[in-house]
C-alpha cells in the first residue's frame, strides 16, 4: 500500500526527533495543522462512539476522492488524528479496512501513546471512516 508524500514528511519529522519529548512536541504541532471543524460540523451525527474523548468525523466528496476531517477536544488526540488523516488520505474503503494502524503509528515511533483505550478510540475512527464511505 502506498503512502501519501505528506505522510512520508511527517515519518521524516519523526524519524529525526530525539526523545519522547521532541516527539510529543511534533505530535502537537501536527494536532495544530488540522483543518478546524466549524461548529455547526461538531454535531452527534459527526461524533465517533467508541472513544474516551470527543472526537468529531466529517467526510467529503473532492472530485472522484473523499476528504476526511477530525477533530477532538484532547490535544494529544488531534495529533495523533491529523497522523491518521495524513496517512488514510485518497484511500478507498478496502484500503481504510486493510491499514495496519499499529504499524504505521510504530514507523513514527508513538506506539507508545496508543494505550489500550486510543488504540480502540483510532480503531472506532477507522470504522467510521470506512462506513462513511460505503453510505457515499
Do not use: I, Y
Amino acid at each position: 500500500m502506498s503512502v501519501p508524500a505528506e505522510a512520508h514528511a511527517a515519518l521524516d519529522s519523526f524519524a529525526a526527533a530525539q526523545g519522547w519529548e521532541q516527539r510529543a512536541r511534533l505530535l502537537m504541532h501536527w494536532g495544530d495543522r488540522l483543518e478546524p471543524l466549524a461548529q455547526t460540523e461538531k454535531t452527534e451525527a459527526n461524533r465517533v462512539h467508541g472513544c474516551e474523548s470527543q472526537v468529531w468525523l466529517v467526510v467529503q466528496r473532492d472530485g472522484a476522492q473523499w476528504r476526511f476531517k477530525a477533530s477532538s477536544d484532547a490535544r494529544l488526540l488531534r495529533g495523533l488524528l491529523a497522523l491518521l488523516l495524513l496517512r488514510v488520505q485518497g484511500l478507498d474503503g478496502s484500503a481504510l479496512a486493510a491499514l495496519d494502524l499499529r504499524g504505521w503509528f510504530t514507523q513514527l515511533g508513538l506506539e507508545r501513546q496508543l494505550s489500550p483505550s486510543r488504540s480502540n478510540g483510532l480503531h472506532a475512527v477507522l470504522l467510521r471512516m470506512a462506513q462513511l464511505l460505503s453510505e457515499g
